[in-house]
C-alpha cells in the first residue's frame, strides 16, 4: 500500500509562486508514473501534470504549461510541483496521485489510472 502526503499548499497572491511536494509513506514510488490533479469549488477534479517513473517523461495540462513544472527525487520517494505565476483560476484543492503499475510507467493524463492518492492540500490565490 502506498499512501501520498502532499505539503506546501497555502495562500498566495496573483503572479507568486508556491512549490508543492509529495511524499509516500509504505512502499516506494519506484517504477511508477506519478500525478497531481486539482478541484476547484464546484468543479469536477482536473489533472494538472504528471511525471514518469524514470522522470525524463513530462505532460501538462494547457492551462499551466510554461507555468508548473512537476519533478520528482526517486531517492527521496518524493514528487514536486513548481507553480509560477499563480492566478486565481489556479485557486483548488491539489492532490498527488500513485499511478498503477505499467511496464512503461509513461505519465497519464486520466484520472482512473492512478491507484493512489493523498488528502489534498488547498491552495489559494488572491486577487
Known amino acids: 500500500q502506498v499512501q501520498p502526503v502532499e505539503s506546501g499548499g497555502g495562500l498566495v497572491q496573483t503572479g507568486g509562486s508556491l512549490r508543492l511536494s509529495c511524499a509516500a509513506s509504505?512502499?516506494?514510488?519506484?517504477?511508477?508514473?506519478m500525478g497531481w490533479f486539482r478541484q476547484a469549488p464546484g468543479k469536477e477534479r482536473e489533472f494538472v501534470a504528471s511525471?514518469?517513473?524514470?522522470?525524463?517523461?513530462?505532460i501538462y495540462a494547457d492551462s499551466v504549461k510554461g507555468r508548473f513544472t512537476i519533478s520528482r527525487d526517486n531517492a527521496k520517494n518524493t514528487v514536486s510541483l513548481q507553480m509560477n505565476s499563480l492566478n486565481p483560476d489556479d485557486t483548488a484543492v491539489y492532490y498527488c496521485?500513485?499511478?498503477?503499475?505499467?511496464?512503461?510507467?509513461?505519465?497519464?493524463?486520466?484520472?482512473?489510472?492512478?491507484?493512489?492518492w493523498g488528502q489534498g492540500t488547498q491552495v489559494t490565490v488572491s486577487s
Open positions: 511525471v514518469s517513473w524514470s522522470g525524463v517523461g513530462t
Open positions: 509504505g512502499r516506494t514510488f519506484s517504477g511508477l508514473a
Open positions: 496521485a500513485v499511478a498503477s503499475w505499467t511496464p512503461t510507467g509513461t505519465p497519464s493524463r486520466i484520472a482512473n489510472e492512478y491507484a493512489y
